[in-house]
């Protein structure tokens, strides 16, 4: 086989990753959402007489050190995780976004100012940070998230700064503007079709940071309380019984490992 043959092969392989990515990600979020359908049991029940169970009829993933299904609380780990990634990298991406264009547009003492706020938060590191506000609100949802989205906005006005800036010196923009078009032009016409797939991969990695965070501060037992169902605090929960049940250990491991995974190949995702 010539090298001729071999490349339309290769260049088939990145744009099979993305793909993949989207079939685990609607996988989970399929998983997350139906799980209430194919278990009605309390996620935080305990049964002391079904500890450590292997799959049955009655728990299908088994149960953990307290008797809950494994199968429910999995669907309500995933559920919070992929509500608190989709709304950081909301909150987060679109004040980051417009920020980075007003700099952009403005420059001068505007992109100065913006750029000195973004250099402070950038002076502190971002997991610190997270876990600096988790310490002094344990347990508390709106603390985690809020922490989260101050870390995650930098990254979209940095990539929306830097690409805005080199698309409005543009020659095709300077044409707009000498016809009389106006910025919602300019933004709808010249800006979004290139910002959005720079912003689509920033967005994908951000939420996999947010999933990632999240596990860690419950892995650290300085995130969300017990007996919340997260991905993290569950792996802390059950690495003592590893001897004894590693496949109930397995779980939470493996559905991080399944998010993070699929938001990583979503990443070199580009629409058409």
């Known amino acids: 086989m010539s090298l001729a043959d071999t490349l339309p092969v290769v260049a088939e392989r990145p744009r099979r990753l993305p793909r993949l990515g ?4 609607l996988g989970l979020v399929a998983f997350a959402a139906l ?13 002391y007489g079904a500890i450590l169970s292997g799959a049955s009829a009655d728990h299908p993933l088994g149960t953990d050190h307290l008797g809950r299904d494994m199968l429910a609380r999995l669907g309500a780990a995933l559920r919070l995780s992929l509500g608190l990634a989709l709304l950081s990298v909301v909150t987060a991406g679109i004040p980051g976004t417009l920020l980075g ?10 992109d100065r100012l913006l750029s000195i706020v973004c250099d402070i938060v950038l002076s502190l590191p971002g997991l610190l940070l997270v876990l600096l506000v988790s310490a002094i609100f ?18 979209y006005f940095r990539m929306s700064r830097a690409t805005a800036r080199s698309i409005l010196a543009s020659p095709a923009v300077e044409a707009s503007r000498l016809l009389g078009f106006g910025p919602a032009y300019i933004v709808r016409h010249h800006l979004w079709p290139e910002l959005s797939p720079v912003l689509f991969t920033v967005a994908a990695f951000g939420a996999s940071t947010a999933i990632m965070a999240v596990a860690a501060l419950g892995f650290v037992s300085v995130g969300l309380r017990p ?9 802390t929960e059950l690495l003592p019984y590893y001897a004894e049940a590693p496949w109930i250990l397995l779980q939470p491991i493996l559905a991080v490992f399944l998010l993070v995974l699929s938001l990583n190949l979503l990443a070199g995702y580009r629409s058409r």
């Open 138 to 155: 344990p347990g508390s949802f709106a603390a985690i998230y809020g922490s989260i989205s101050l870390v995650l906005w930098i990254e």
């Open 35 to 47: 799980t209430p359908l194919l278990s009605s049991v309390d996620p935080g029940r305990q049964d």
């Open 22 to 25: 989207v079939a685990l990600l």
């Open 227 to 235: 007996p919340t169902a997260e991905l993290g605090l569950m792996m």
């Open 101 to 110: 264009i007003l700099a952009a547009w403005k420059g001068g003492w505007t």
